[in-house]
């Protein structure tokens, strides 16, 4: 056999194992496993383009070579392309996006009706009980910073979040009070880095500027007097990956970028000692999503927005805080919880500007 | 000569596969008891998954529990009053195996997907909001008031 025949061959058979070998080798993992072969699903419902999809959808998410491999492919696409996979958009200077909050400030978006009718009919129920709202969009990421995303944005772009400043107008005009972060953080934007680099989420300076803004907004209005409770701070230092780049599903990727190390300042009662804890019997409410999370329940505890709202109002706060879900599940839960409601004079509702278009379960009127 | 070997070979290869997968397609699982599901949470239940609302959230960067109605064919442990009850599992997207995290820690199990039919053994604890602080996909929330089970543990079950 020449040399051709031999080359000829090795490539025919290297084509065939790349089309068919994943495709074969899955059901015999899956016997040798002891389950049914995954591709027997294929039968298990009409073969109608939406099963299809979903059918080969699953079949790449669950086979076993894929997630085997995916993760070092990713790999090789970041080191070549810098590609982060579908979720993350990579920025400039060691910045990295969540897709959807891009998405949010450049593609058009008709649903602003639909959340309208959500926040005035959460507002009229709280009204009816005789509690004030305070809706809290947060700015996400690429609004503030969008020169970190893309070169051709030149310092002093002006507002890019044009969906979300439509929408604060709106409430407004409904008679919704709100809070504008949106300016606040772009007047603050150069001095401080406000946001993390590697996670969608504010830093522990740009929270901590939201907790005072919404804490003097509180008090100016006459909503919240100031508690007697005394707390501290006490510096910790973390460092982590930040979300967008676990996202990438790759630890090869995670090996390869060193973790951003953040200094959070830990709310700390003086009387106790204790790091600050939420409590059932606050006069104030505070609804939100992961941008409550970060610091407060994940590391370091007890140094992220409701703690230093906490710090700057005098008293422990009541929270319901869910990730991705303060469009319509904070509410579905709260409806859940009625006596949360219970002496409550204020319900501060933060949630991510994205969300006003991607919120898991969208904007639906909860009744309380 | 070499040629039909070959498809002789490859005729058998194919038969023994096939009788795999039928015998594969054929058997339960190996056993749907474990010293988790026998005590875990308060209640275990033999149930058949009688709905699943909807798609599940396809979302990268959010953790979160999605409620699925089952009908009750079993209760090996604590005390039901009904025969239809709806119970939350984390991340049903994942496989039970290795569905822990580090924020939840108390759920697990053999189950590797979700079917509309199938047989599941769990052990459930009510109220879900106690067990589960986190986001809770409920499609049964304007027309179903009453308590939602948090799956601990959930592994393929067998009919009783």
């Not at chain 1, 056999?1 to 089309?19: C, Q």
């Not at chain 1, 970060?294 to 319901?320: C, K, N, S, V």
């Given at each position: 056999?020449?040399?051709?025949?031999?080359?000829?061959?090795?490539?025919?058979?290297?084509?065939?194992?790349?089309?068919?070998?994943?495709?074969?080798?899955?059901?015999?993992?899956?016997i040798v496993q002891g389950e049914r072969p995954q591709v027997l699903e294929v039968f298990s419902a009409p073969p109608t383009e939406k099963?299809?999809?979903?059918?080969?959808?699953?079949?790449?998410?669950?086979?076993?070579?894929?997630?085997?491999?995916?993760?070092?492919?990713?790999?090789?696409?970041?080191?070549?392309?810098?590609?982060?996979?579908?979720?993350?958009?990579?920025?400039?200077?060691?910045?990295?996006?969540?897709?959807?909050?891009?998405?949010?400030?450049?593609?058009?978006?008709?649903?602003?009706?639909?959340?309208?009718?959500?926040?005035?009919?959460?507002?009229?129920?709280?009204?009816?009980?005789?509690?004030?709202?305070?809706?809290?969009?947060?700015?996400?990421?690429?609004?503030?910073?969008?020169?970190?995303?893309?070169?051709?944005?030149?310092?002093?772009?002006?507002?890019?979040?044009?969906?979300?400043?439509?929408?604060?107008?709106?409430?407004?005009?409904?008679?919704?009070?709100?809070?504008?972060?949106?300016?606040?953080?772009?007047?603050?934007?150069?001095?401080?880095?406000?946001?993390?680099?590697?996670?969608?989420?504010?830093?522990?300076?740009?929270?901590?500027?939201?907790?005072?803004?919404?804490?003097?907004?509180?008090?100016?209005?006459?909503?919240?007097?100031?508690?007697?409770?005394?707390?501290?701070?006490?510096?910790?230092?973390?460092?982590?990956?930040?979300?967008?780049?676990?996202?990438?599903?790759?630890?090869?990727?995670?090996?390869?970028?060193?973790?951003?190390?953040?200094?959070?300042?830990?709310?700390?009662?003086?009387?106790?000692?204790?790091?600050?804890?939420?409590?059932?019997?606050?006069?104030?409410?505070?609804?939100?999503?992961?941008?409550?999370?970060?610091?407060?329940?994940?590391?370091?505890?007890?140094?992220?927005?409701?703690?230093?709202?906490?710090?700057?109002?005098?008293?422990?706060?009541?929270?319901?805080?869910?990730?991705?879900?303060?469009?319509?599940?904070?509410?579905?839960?709260?409806?859940?919880?009625?006596?949360?409601?219970?002496?409550?004079?204020?319900?501060?509702?933060?949630f991510v500007e994205r969300d006003l278009r991607f919120g898991t379960e969208g904007w639906q009127v909860v009744p309380l | 000569m070499g040629?039909?070997?070959?498809?002789?070979?490859?005729?058998?290869?194919?038969?023994?596969?096939?009788?795999?997968?039928?015998?594969?397609?054929?058997?339960?699982?190996?056993?749907?008891?474990?010293?988790?599901?026998?005590?875990?949470?308060?209640?275990?239940?033999?149930?058949?998954?009688?709905?699943?609302?909807?798609?599940?959230?396809?979302?990268?960067?959010?953790?979160?529990?999605?409620?699925?109605?089952?009908?009750?064919?079993?209760?090996?442990?604590?005390?039901?009053?009904?025969?239809?009850?709806?119970?939350?599992?984390?991340?049903?997207?994942?496989?039970?195996?290795?569905?822990?995290?580090?924020?939840?820690?108390?759920?697990?199990?053999?189950?590797?997907?979700?079917?509309?039919?199938?047989?599941?053994?769990?052990?459930?604890?009510?109220?879900?909001?106690?067990?589960?602080?986190?986001?809770?996909?409920?499609?049964?929330?304007?027309?179903?008031?009453?308590?939602?089970?948090?799956?601990?543990?959930?592994?393929?079950?067998?009919?009783?």
């Open positions: 056999m020449s040399k051709k025949h031999i080359l000829h061959g090795f490539l025919v058979a290297a084509f065939l194992v790349l089309l068919f070998g994943v495709g074969l080798s899955q059901p015999i993992l899956d099963n299809l999809r979903a059918y080969e959808k699953e079949m790449e998410d669950t086979s076993t070579i894929v997630q085997t491999v995916r993760p070092y492919m990713q790999y090789a696409h970041f080191l070549g392309l810098k590609d982060l996979g579908k979720d993350v958009l990579a920025g400039r200077d060691g910045w990295y996006f969540y897709k959807p909050d891009v998405q949010f400030l450049i593609e058009p978006w008709s649903g602003q009706e639909q959340v309208l009718a959500a926040i005035r009919a959460f507002h009229d129920t709280l009204a009816a009980q005789g509690i004030q709202l305070l809706v809290v969009p947060a700015p996400g990421k690429p609004s503030i910073y969008p020169e970190k995303f893309s070169a051709r944005v030149q310092p002093g772009h002006g507002a890019v979040s044009r969906h979300s400043r439509e929408m604060l107008a709106r409430l407004v005009e409904a008679g919704v009070d709100c809070v504008d972060l949106f300016t606040l953080f772009e007047q603050n934007s150069a001095t401080t880095s406000l946001y993390l680099k590697q996670d969608t989420h504010w830093s522990p300076e740009g929270m901590r500027l939201a907790a005072q803004e919404v804490a003097a907004d509180l008090q100016r209005r006459g909503w919240v007097t100031k508690g007697a409770v005394k707390y501290m701070f006490k510096p910790v230092t973390i460092e982590r990956h930040g979300d967008v780049l676990r996202m990438a599903r790759s630890p090869q990727i995670l090996a390869a970028i060193p973790p951003e190390s953040t200094t959070c300042k830990q709310v700390v009662r003086e009387d106790t000692g204790q790091p600050y804890e939420d409590s059932a019997d606050s006069d104030v409410l505070v609804l939100g999503d992961s941008f409550l999370r970060i610091y407060e329940r994940d590391e370091p505890h007890a140094a992220g927005f409701t703690a230093h709202l906490a710090q700057q109002l005098g008293m422990p706060l009541t929270t319901i805080i869910n990730d991705g879900g303060a469009s319509t599940l904070v509410r579905q839960e709260l409806s859940r919880k009625p006596q949360l409601l219970q002496n409550k004079k204020v319900v501060v509702w933060e | 040629r039909a070997l070959n498809w002789r070979t490859l005729r058998v290869a194919l038969l023994c596969l096939g009788i795999g997968v039928f015998a594969s397609c054929s058997k339960g699982p190996a056993s749907d008891v474990d010293d988790k599901v026998t005590t875990l949470g308060d209640t275990e239940v033999t149930a058949q998954l009688e709905e699943i609302k909807g798609e599940f959230a396809d979302q990268t960067n959010y953790d979160y529990a999605f409620v699925m109605k089952y009908k009750v064919l079993k209760v090996h442990r604590g005390k039901l009053d009904t025969d239809t009850i709806y119970v939350g599992h984390y991340n049903p997207l994942t496989p039970r195996a290795t569905v822990a995290d580090e924020r939840v820690k108390d759920v697990g199990g053999t189950l590797k997907k979700f079917r509309v039919g199938d047989i599941h053994r769990m052990a459930l604890a009510a109220p879900m909001d106690d067990f589960f602080m986190g986001g809770i996909i409920n499609r049964y929330f304007d027309e179903y008031k009453g308590p939602v089970y948090w799956a601990h543990w959930t592994n393929p079950g067998v009919k009783p």
